[in-house]
């Protein structure tokens, strides 16, 4: 166990749908951030928070919509998705935002938009 | 240009055999180099983190940077069906870089 939990672990939505990802880390950490795994692709970072406020956001469409009401928690609300978007979203916390400080992933959820 | 070139194989090896991962890059500005690994169903982990050129070893696993050829390796000695897992490459620079990550190769240890 990483210390950092998500949940749900798989999840299938019609385009229409409205749903949340959520993120929970037990580590300590002041950064969390969410990044975008597609099959055969590099990890795409999504976003970074930093004691609570969003730092960064790259070019993700407003169909994605991040929330950090803490720094134990970090969510991706999601609505009217793409199927191009089915993909595994993985958070991951680390200490601080340095560029040479590990990131801690958690399991990830499998997002299925049919 | 890709950042970050990995090829994604697959890779298949016997146990037993010795594994070379490769990536190259192309920013020079890149001076903090790690390999993740993941397993299948789960989150990739650290481990391997090396700074500037130079070789790093850690048991069976050996890290390697070529600063001058843009060109990073991890070497996996004794192979095990436990190592079967994909391999990502991941680096970063002073002045505000974000890490970035190759595609991940994927390994396969057949007993």
């Known amino acids: ?114 | 240009q890709k950042e970050v070139e990995q090829d994604p194989g697959p890779l298949s090896v016997p146990e037993g055999a010795i594994v070379s991962l490769n990536c190259t890059y192309s920013n020079s500005a890149f001076q903090y180099f790690m390999w993740y690994r993941q397993y299948s169903r789960k989150g990739p982990e650290l481990l391997m983190y090396t700074y500037s050129s130079g070789n790093k070893e850690d048991g069976r696993f050996t890290a390697q940077v070529d600063k001058s050829s843009k060109y990073i390796s991890l070497f996996i000695r004794d192979s095990q069906p436990s190592d079967s897992a994909t391999y990502l490459c991941a680096m970063s620079g002073k002045g505000g870089f974000k890490t970035i990550f190759g595609a991940g190769t994927r390994l396969f240890v057949k007993a």
Not at chain 1, 23 to 41: F, I, R, V
Not at chain 1, 98 to 105: H, I, K, R, W
């Open chain 1, 1 to 114: 166990e990483t210390g950092v939990t998500q949940t749900p672990r798989h999840l299938v939505m019609g385009m229409t749908n409205k749903k949340s990802l959520k993120c929970e880390q037990h580590l300590g950490h002041n950064a969390m951030y969410w990044y975008k795994q597609s099959a055969k692709k590099p990890l795409e970072l999504m976003f970074v928070y930093s004691l609570e406020e969003r730092v960064e956001n790259n070019s993700v469409p407003s169909r994605f919509s991040p929330e950090c009401p803490n720094s134990s928690h970090l969510f991706l609300h999601l609505h009217t998705l793409q199927p191009e978007d089915s993909a595994l979203y993985l958070c991951a916390s680390s200490q601080d935002r340095g560029v040479n400080t590990e990131a801690f992933f958690g399991q990830g959820t499998r997002l299925t938009v049919v």
